[in-house]
T-cell receptor
Framework: SQTIHQWPATLVQPVGSPLSLECTVE??????LYWYRQAAGRGLQLLFY??????ISSEVPQNLSASRPQDRQFILSSKKLLLSDSGFYLC???????????????FGQGTRLTVV | AQSVTQPDIHITVSEGASLELRCNYS??????LFWYVQSPGQGLQLLLK??????LVQGIKGFEAEFKRSQSSFNLRKPSVHWSDAAEYFC????????????FGKGTRLSVIA
């Protein structure tokens, strides 16, 4: 069966420090991968998605970047964190679409990031 | 582009009472619709999905949802709420291509009182 791992679960970082959040998927190949951020009362904001290695689409211009160095690995990074980067970050994956409908997204357990 | 509206930010129901969470979507073609649930500090779990066919779909944990094309709605229902149902609920819409990310509503927080 497929599983998604996201770490760390919680993180407290000072303003101006770098960030690296990692997400890996097991039990599938060629997944679509996503990073979402959730702020209180603002729902889920799509940050990045990837349909293949090295293919990253950015939905919101900001202080963050994403990379996909391997098929089932998705990394969210920042060179210098801002206070506004605090939030709950969720990684998700879905089966690569083959024109047979919309595959649902499967989510990791999330990372609570607090920038102080 | 597709969009989702969940009109209710917060709903409180008594344990044992019925529940209906509203979801309205905007999409020019046939929508693909989902309901997810999120417990505090956790990821999202899929409750149910609608692709085609029967407009009343059954999900996990006793939830069901009804697709109404004429009203552009996909409301989530449960006949009798349990205290463990307290959580955040998200409606989402997707497109046929399968490689476009789901678009989520802002969520409805459900509180359950004794």
């Amino acid at each position: 069966s497929q599983t998604i791992h996201q770490w760390p679960a919680t993180l407290v970082q000072p303003v101006g420090s770098p960030l690296s959040l990692e997400c890996t998927v097991e039990g599938t190949s060629n997944p679509n991968l996503y990073w979402y951020r959730q702020a209180a009362g603002r729902g889920l904001q799509l940050l990045f998605y990837s349909v293949g290695i090295g293919q990253i689409s950015s939905e919101v211009p900001q202080n963050l970047s994403a990379s996909r160095p391997q098929d089932r690995q998705f990394i969210l990074s920042s060179k210098k964190l801002l206070l506004s980067d605090s939030g709950f970050y969720l990684c998700a994956w879905s089966v690569r679409g083959k024109g047979q409908g919309v595959p649902e997204a499967f989510f990791g357990q999330g990372t609570r990031l607090t920038v102080v | 582009a597709q969009s989702v509206t969940q009109p209710d930010i917060h709903i409180t129901v008594s344990e044992g009472a019925s529940l209906e969470l509203r979801c309205n979507y905007s999409y020019g073609a046939t929508p693909y619709l989902f309901w997810y649930v999120q417990s505090p500090g956790q990821g999202l779990q899929l409750l149910l999905k609608y692709f085609s066919g029967d407009t009343l779909v059954q999900g996990i944990k006793g939830f069901e949802a009804e697709f109404k094309r004429s009203q552009s709605s996909f409301n989530l229902r449960k006949p009798s709420v349990h205290w463990s149902d307290a959580a955040e609920y998200f409606c989402a819409v997707g497109t046929y291509s399968g490689n476009t990310p789901l678009v989520f509503g802002k969520g409805t927080r459900l509180s359950v009182i004794a």
